[in-house]
């Protein structure tokens, strides 16, 4: 027997599920950037550290890290999360009836998104946090717009699932 997880395509709550996602994903990786950048500093400023190449280069690659790795990696990881829910939607029938649900957790989503979304510019506004998130700029534009982004993701995706037209087997044409 299959699992209820595995069986689950082009649900109505991948937009739900993809916002917290990438919620925790970005204050993870502002965490992380936040830890290198205190690693950084404690590398440099010792005194028997500071003076090795090794140490040196370590520090480097800590601020490689902290400044565009993490953010790059964000950035695609969200396209990919998008590209694959626009992807399932060609992939799936759906009867109209349940468009109205897909409507109900839009909004849903859409009002947790300002929340998520508020609640990720507190946190990188606050003054522990400001010089690491100052350094993730793409990671910011995405939290502090993903209601928008979200928004056209589903509308796309619900034009892509319900506007598909029947073939003479029942299936459809995508």
């Known amino acids: 027997?299959?699992?209820i997880?595995?069986?689950?395509?082009?649900d109505a709550t991948d937009g739900l599920m993809m916002?917290?996602?990438?919620?925790?994903?970005a204050v993870s990786l502002l965490i992380v950037g936040f830890?290198?950048?205190?690693?950084?500093?404690?590398?440099?400023?010792?005194?028997?550290?500071?003076?090795?190449?090794?140490?040196?280069?370590?520090v480097t690659q800590l601020d490689l890290i902290t400044s565009t790795s993490i953010q790059k990696g964000f950035a695609i990881l969200f396209a990919f999360l998008c590209i694959g829910s626009l992807l399932t939607s060609f992939l799936v029938r759906v009867h109209p009836a349940f468009f109205f649900i897909y409507i109900i957790?839009?909004?849903v989503?859409?009002?947790?998104?300002?929340?998520?979304?508020?609640?990720y510019n507190t946190l990188i506004n606050n003054e522990t946090l400001i010089d690491v998130a100052s350094q993730q700029t793409m990671t910011n534009w995405i939290m502090t717009h993903i209601v928008g982004i979200m928004l056209a993701v589903v509308a796309i995706s619900l034009i892509v699932l319900f506007a598909k037209v029947p073939d003479e087997t029942g299936g459809s044409v995508v």
């Open 1 to 3: 027997m299959r699992s």
């Open 5 to 10: 997880l595995m069986n689950k395509k082009a």
């Open 19 to 25: 916002m917290i996602t990438l919620f925790f994903l």
């Open 35 to 58: 830890a290198n950048s205190k690693i950084s500093n404690i590398i440099s400023t010792t005194d028997g550290l500071n003076s090795t190449t090794t140490a040196t280069s370590a």
């Open 105 to 107: 957790t839009t909004g």
């Open 109 to 119: 989503m859409v009002i947790l998104g300002a929340i998520l979304g508020n609640v």
